[in-house]
T-cell receptor
C-alpha cells in the first residue's frame, strides 16, 4: 500500500517555465489537497478537491491550477513559474473533510530561479 | 510560544523526560483537531486526534488535551526519545462547508541523548 505518492521529488525551474506536479493515492479517498510549506509559515492550502471532476480554491490559489480527472490523481499546475513559488509542496488525501485525518505525501521541493 | 519571523518555537528536552507542546487555535467553531509530526525531509505524519466533545485523549506515549474555553491544545509525549525529534503541528477543522485543515506554524522538538 503506497499511500500518497508525489512526482517529482525535486525540480528546478526557470522563471516563466511551466510544470505539473502529480499526486496519486491508492486509498480510494474522496478528498485531495495541495499545500505549500514555507519556513515559518506552516502549511497553507492551495487548492482542494472533494471528488472526481471537482476542484476548489484554498487559501493561496493564485498562480496555480489543478485538475482531478480521476479519483486517484490530483494534478497541480504552474503555468508561468515565479520565484515566489519556490517552496515545498505537499499533497494529501482523506476519506472525508471532517473528522478524519489527512494522509500526506513526501513532498516536492521546487526551486524557481 | 509565538513564532518570530522565520524561526519556529523550539523545545529542547533530555531523553526520558516528558515533553509538552502547546498550540493556540483560532476558530471557536472548530470541532476536530489533529497533531502531526514532521521529520526533516518528510511529509507530516498523523499522531493523534481529538474531537471537540472531548477534553483528553490518550494514545501510545502521547496525550492530547483540549481546552475550548481558552482555545488551547497541547500534546504531551511521555518518556521522550531521540526519534521524537521533529517539528510538531497542530491542525484544526472548523466543520460545516469548510473542507480544509488549518495548520499552526509548528514547534521544533529536539531531544538530547
Amino acid at each position: 500500500n503506497a499511500g500518497v505518492t508525489q512526482t517529482p521529488k525535486f525540480r528546478v525551474l526557470k522563471t516563466g517555465q511551466s510544470m505539473t506536479l502529480l499526486c496519486a493515492q491508492d486509498m480510494n479517498h474522496e478528498y485531495m489537497y495541495w499545500y505549500r510549506q514555507d519556513p515559518g509559515m506552516g502549511l497553507r492550502l492551495i487548492h482542494y478537491s472533494v471528488g472526481e471532476g471537482t476542484t476548489a480554491k484554498g487559501e493561496v490559489p493564485d498562480g496555480y491550477n489543478v485538475s482531478r480527472l480521476k479519483k486517484q490523481n490530483f494534478l497541480l499546475g504552474l503555468e508561468s513559474a515565479a520565484p515566489s513559488q519556490t517552496s515545498v509542496y505537499f499533497c494529501a488525501s482523506s476519506y472525508f473533510s471532517q473528522g478524519t485525518e489527512a494522509f500526506f505525501g513526501q513532498g516536492t521541493r521546487l526551486t524557481v530561479v | 510560544g509565538e513564532s518570530v519571523g522565520l524561526h519556529l518555537p523550539t523545545l529542547s528536552v533530555q531523553e526520558g523526560d516528558n515533553s509538552i507542546i502547546n498550540c493556540a487555535y483560532s476558530n471557536s467553531a472548530s470541532d476536530y483537531f489533529i497533531w502531526y509530526k514532521q521529520e526533516s525531509g518528510k511529509g507530516p505524519q498523523f499522531i493523534i486526534d481529538i474531537r471537540s466533545n472531548m477534553d483528553k485523549r490518550q494514545g501510545q506515549r502521547v496525550t492530547v488535551l483540549l481546552n475550548k474555553t481558552v482555545k488551547h491544545l497541547s500534546l504531551q509525549i511521555a518518556a521522550t526519545q531521540p526519534g521524537d525529534s521533529a517539528v510538531y503541528f497542530c491542525a484544526e477543522n472548523s466543520g460545516g462547508s469548510n473542507y480544509k485543515l488549518t495548520f499552526g506554524k509548528g514547534t521544533l522538538l529536539t531531544v538530547n541523548p
